[in-house]
Nanobody
Framework: QVQLVESGGGLVQPGGSLRLSCASS?????????MGWFRQAPGKEREFVAR????????YYADFVKGRFTISRDNAKNTLYLQMNSLKPEDTAVYYC????????????????WGQGTQVTVSS
């Protein structure tokens, strides 16, 4: 079993930055896991943000975050990160990390394990 806990959310002004973290407890990530970040704004569907393969670190991003967000992982700490720069009000959402063994996963149904989420609010 994999337990995921997000942290690092908060209130930030437009143009600011935040770094989200996702720590795993229980079973450590195996080399076959893919980790992802999703977000869900009020009244909207949960949407894919970015993913990274745990073993080799290859990444994939949603178009709306390319050039602004960076996903990374620290294998030794068993922790996933999302560096968010140039934040916009439309980035306001609850951000979730997730894990799966599915190849090239972008849909919520592709992921098996989820964290509880961390709130990110971008407002002046």
């Amino acid at each position: 079993q994999v337990q995921l806990v997000e942290s690092g959310g908060g209130l930030v002004q437009p143009g600011g930055s935040l770094r989200l973290s996702c720590a795993s407890s229980g079973r450590t990530f195996s080399s076959t896991y893919v980790m992802g970040w999703f977000r869900q704004a009020p009244g909207k569907e949960r949407e894919f943000v970015a993913r990274v393969t745990w073993r080799i670190g290859s990444t994939y991003y949603a178009d709306f975050v390319k050039g602004r967000f960076t996903i990374s992982r620290d294998n030794a700490k068993n922790t996933l990160y999302l560096q968010m720069n140039s934040l916009k009000p439309e980035d306001t959402a609850v951000y979730y990390c997730a894990a799966t063994r599915t190849l090239m996963p972008t849909a919520t149904t592709d992921y098996d394990y989820w964290g509880q989420g961390t709130q990110v609010t971008v407002s002046s």
